[in-house]
Structures are given as C-alpha cells and as structure tokens.
C-alpha cells in the first residue's frame, strides 16, 4: 500500500426488493462527504456500498414480479447503481451478497463460529416479520388496526417453527456491555448508544441463525437444507469487501476494522449481532456504529399510501445536484431525524448558498478582473482586519477535521459558513469599491485577502459540493495537484500575478417555476 493512513468507511447494503428513496441517498451521502474529506486529507480511503440480495423477503418480492430471485436482484441492484453516478457519489467497491466471493466469505465465518462452539443446533419456534428479517418476542409485539400481531417497526409478524441453528448470543451478553463501557464512541450519537446499551443490558436470547423454508440464500456448511440468516450473510460483506477470509493478507490487515453509518432501524443488529459475530471468530470489532435519524417529508412521515416519497433523482432535477448536497447534509443534526421541505431547500439555495458563498465569490472575483488585470492581486502589508480573516480560513482545516472525526457535517458547514459571514463583512467593511479611487494599493490587498479565503473555503466544501468547489477552484487557477487538504496553508497560498480567468457564476438562485408547488 501507499503508506498514508487507512480509512474504510461502508454504508449498509441495501434490500433489493425497493427502489432507491431519499433514506439511501442520504446514509450514502454521508460516506461519501466522509470518504471524499480524508482522501483530501491524505488518507487511503475504501469507501463500500452495494446490495444485499438474499431472504425470504427478497424471495417473495421476485415472486411477485415474475422473475426469479437473481434476475430481480441483477434489475434492482443496478437502481444502486444508477443512484451513484447520479448523486456522484465516490465509493471504491460496490457489493453484492450474491458474488462468489461474499459467500466464501460467509460460509468462511459460518465455520468458526462453529469451530469455536457458538453455534448449535436446535429448533426455532416464535414470531418472525418477513418484512424486517427479525424475530421479535411476545412482550415487544402490539395488534395491528386488523388484530394481527405487528412488530415495533409496525410489519406484520407470523408465527414460525422450524430447525434452526443458533448463535449463542447470550453468551456475549457482558462482553458486548464491557465493550460499549470501555469504548464510548463505538455508538454514536450518545442517545443510541444508550438506547442499545439498555437493550443488551436486558438480556440477550440466542439467535436464530439459519431458516429451512425457503431457498433463496447461501446455504449453510455441511448441511445444504438450512439457508444462513440474512443478517449473518449482509453483515459479513463488510469483511468480504476488505479481503475477508484472508484475514492476514495485506488488503484486510490495511482496512479493516471499518466505520459503519446506517439508519436508526438497523442500528440493533450492527451494534449487538455483528461485534458479537466478530468477537466469538476472534476479528476486531468496527470502529464505530454511528446511527443517524430519518427524513419526513413536508412535516408528514413518507410513505408510499401518502404519495409523498422523496425521489433522490427527482429532488436533483429540482434543485441541483450540489445544492440538494449541501442542503441534507447542513438541514439536520446528522443523528437526528429531519424534515425535506420545499421552503427548506430553496432557503439553503438562495440564502446560503446563492447570496452568502456565491455572491461572495462572484463580487470579489468580478472585482479582481475590473480592477486588477484578471490577475492575482499583488499585496501590502496585512491589516489586523486582513490577518483576522486569514488566519480564521488557515485554521478552519482542524476545525473540520474534528467535525467530520465524529460525523458532526451540519457542525462542519457552520463552522465553514461563519468564515463566508466573517469575509462577507469585512467585503462591507473595507468597500474595495471605494478604496479603488482612494488608496488602490489598499484594494489590492483586500481583494487578495478575500482571493485567498475564497481558496481556502473551495477547498474545503469538495467533500460536500465537489462539482460547484471544483469550479470555483478553475477560477482561481488552482492546479489539480494543489487542490487537497495539504495545499491549506500559507505556503500554497496565491501568487501575485497570476492570470485567473474571467469569473462565472456558480451558485444560480433557484426560481420557481410557473404553477409549481
């Protein structure tokens, strides 16, 4: 490898039997902001997406299609995809359960769990949601509005009695609290920590671990009439991905252990099953589990009956692909749940982006090419006013780096846009306008002031608007080899008298369409 610093952060796979919404742009977003902000910061960087394509459920939405199950998961898979490329999104590898080498992987991990005593066999009778994959037990089930059982997440439940075998999880009960104690930031935010933590605390079942009454999986070691459980098979493919059964081969032992980001819903089985999985076949447990919230849409829940789902390529079309970017990843607490409005999104359009970081650029650049010859601005000695601004956008980099470290993106882009409010005013202040008929020379630094901070803010909004970041960086003449994180200091700083080109707009208001919503 490279020798810099590795980072592996991974989405969860994504079920097959749905069309991309607005919850998977969103968890992949994140990763993406996250996996683009450390290449930039001169880390290695494997970034994992894909599908998970096995289960009942999976099984059964093929059936309804007409298609067998591979078929289904070949069309869906490649929605994933599509959603990628249109949300440019930066990931290294894309998974699918179905590939040859993700189910050496599992079967891999399947028999030392076996080896080491933590799975048996028995028989499973209870309640199971085909919906959620999940068995429930009695005192967690509620009636539904027609009397039957639904579980927590309101899918219906149905009662199953099969073989079955089991992962002694009970087993890990202490080892798993000892590990959230011991490892604070392994959940994250604290609220979900807490929430798993008190889960765990009240005692752990052994779990099913392998079904016999449909066929749509890998099948279990030695006995080819059990299918592994879908949770054990989708959680393992974030091992498979970093080089997962060679465990000491050179592409596992520089990726792993990785930072999973997921939706609140599945945050159980990341942060009980999966470590516990990990733990019983002696590999290193992630780094951390960090669950973030979910979006309503205008106030209301999305849902489909509603006719209010958010569509990741609709709200693109809309908006702008770097806009909607910046809006998700800014609107919200990133563990909080949020709400995607129109009035929302327009506000982060025209006030933050268009009038706040795009009027900033545009004036000061447009100011350069009138008043100093298309080119750099040569400087004079800096005012405290002009050392202030400085010295505020060469330490915005740390700032970041301890935003993104805990996954705080909204915090990140405050802490950015307080430097676009703090060169917005001293722009007001210093009136270069004015001073081009007073003190030109005076001008000239301000406008290189203002020139440099610009540099440093392009740079450090790539990660969240690589497009928009990128073109702002062509106007400045920055080369493709001094736009990382290493060029954010003094000694990268501009160079008087170069040529820059005739400034753009990058930031259009959005305008609202005739008879539109």
Known sequence: MSGKPSFYVTTPIYYVNDNPHIGHAYTTLACDVMARFKRLDGFDVMFLTGTDEHGQKVEKAAEAAGVDPLSFCDKVSENFRILAKEWNFSNDDFI??????????????????????????????????????????????????????????????????????????????????????????????????????????????????????????????????????????????????????????????????????????????????????????????????????????????ISKSLGNVIVPSEIVARYGLDQVRYTLMREVNFGNDGDFSHRGAVQRCNHDLANDYGNLAQRSLSMIAKNCEGRVPEHGDFTDADLALLDKSYGLLEVCRGHIDVQAFHLMLQAIWDVIGDANRYVDEQAPWALKKTDPERMATALYVLAETIRHLALLTQPVMPETSGKLLDQLSIGADARDFAALSRDHALVPGSELPQPQGVFPRYVEEEGAA
Request: glycine share 6%; no cysteine; hydrophobic share 40%.
């Open 96 to 301: 699918r359960t179905t590939e040859p080498r993700h189910v050496d992987s599992v079967q891999a991990l399947w028999r030392k769990l076996v080896d080491s005593g933590d799975i048996y066999l028995d028989h499973y009778e209870g309640w199971y949601a085909v919906r959620d994959e999940a068995f429930y037990a009695e005192d967690e089930l509620t009636d539904g509005p027609d009397g039957q059982k639904v579980a927590p997440s309101g899918a219906p439940v149905e009662w199953v009695k099969e073989p079955s075998y089991f992962f002694r999880l009970s087993a890990w009960q202490d080892r798993l609290l000892e590990l959230y104690k011991s490892r604070p930031d392994f959940i994250l935010p604290e609220s979900r920590r807490n929430e798993v933590t008190s889960f765990v605390a009240g005692g752990l079942r052994d779990l099913s671990v392998s079904r016999t009454s449909f066929s749509w999986g890998i099948p279990v070691p030695d006995d080819p009439d059990h299918i592994m459980y879908v949770w054990i098979d989708a959680l393992t493919n974030y091992i498979t991905a970093a080089g997962y059964p060679d465990e000491n081969g050179e592409a596992f032992n520089t990726w792993w252990p990785a930072i999973h980001i997921m939706g609140k819903d599945i945050l159980r089985f990341h942060a009980v099953y999966w470590p516990a999985f990990l733990m019983a076949a002696g590999i290193e447990v992630p780094k951390r589990i960090y669950a973030h919230g979910w979006w309503t849409s205008e106030g209301q829940k």
